[in-house]
């Protein structure tokens, strides 16, 4: 059966030998690929090779633009922080003057209620002090004479006088109480903020400017001047001498 197995191969051997031999011999055949497909084949390896280069060349570029990217986004988040601290010292500033224009109201308003207390009886003051002056007149008609006499017919006026003289005194120091009070600027430099001169006169045994006379007290009320002092007043140099 070995012989029979190895027998068989050889005929097929040489059959086919034989038939190699009796057949003419054919002209070769070249196996040539086609344009696309070897076009497709040959620049692989060349792409291959070009996108290693390309790769190691774009590691750099990536790098460089993730770093333009880094500060491009560093810029802008300064940009935003300046533009945020711009903001915030201008609404601070705002805020400054806000409080300040506050304050300042309510200074000028606490002032404005204490002028509107302190003057709310102006008008009632200047219409009192016509009363006040008639008091004053009143007590300067009776001669100082009378006043110092011991005879017994003077005595009713003399009580009188007191009685005047105390009802007056408790008037003023009600009226003072009030802000409301009178001045006699006799014997003082003349002042045209706070008297007013009704006449001039030389005196050479005075002093030059001043007030001589008070025809007429002055009132102030809380400091300010409700109504001058009406006053003679020394002059004894001439303008212009």
Avoid: C
């Amino acid at each position: 059966m070995l012989r029979q197995t190895l027998s068989t191969p050889s005929r097929a051997i040489g059959s086919s030998l034989r038939l190699a031999v009796q057949r003419p011999l054919a002209r070769p055949q070249v196996f040539r690929a086609p344009i696309a497909a070897s076009r497709a084949i040959a620049p692989r390896s060349a792409r291959w090779y070009s996108d290693n280069a390309d790769s190691k060349d774009a590691k750099p570029a990536e790098g460089d633009a993730a770093k333009t990217e880094v500060q491009d986004a560093e810029s802008a988040l300064k940009k935003q922080l300046e533009a945020k601290d711009a903001e915030a010292r201008d609404w601070k500033d705002k805020y400054l003057r806000a409080v300040a224009d506050f304050r300042n109201l309510q200074d000028r308003t606490a002032r404005d209620m204490k002028s509107a207390r302190d003057f709310a009886i102006q008008k009632f003051a200047k219409d009192l002090v016509d009363s006040v002056d008639n008091f004053d007149r009143a007590l300067n008609m009776v001669p100082e004479a009378k006043l110092a006499s011991t005879e017994q017919s003077e005595q009713d006026l003399i009580n009188l006088y007191d009685g005047l003289k105390m009802t007056e005194n408790i008037l003023m120091q009600t009226l003072k109480n009030h802000g409301l009070e009178r001045y006699d600027p006799h014997g003082e430099k003349f002042n045209p903020n706070e008297h007013e001169a009704t006449f001039m006169t030389p005196m050479a045994d005075k002093e030059d400017n001043v007030v001589i006379h008070t025809q007429q007290k002055g009132f102030r009320l809380n400091g300010r001047i409700l109504r001058p002092a009406k006053v003679g007043v020394v002059k004894n140099k001439v303008e212009g001498a």
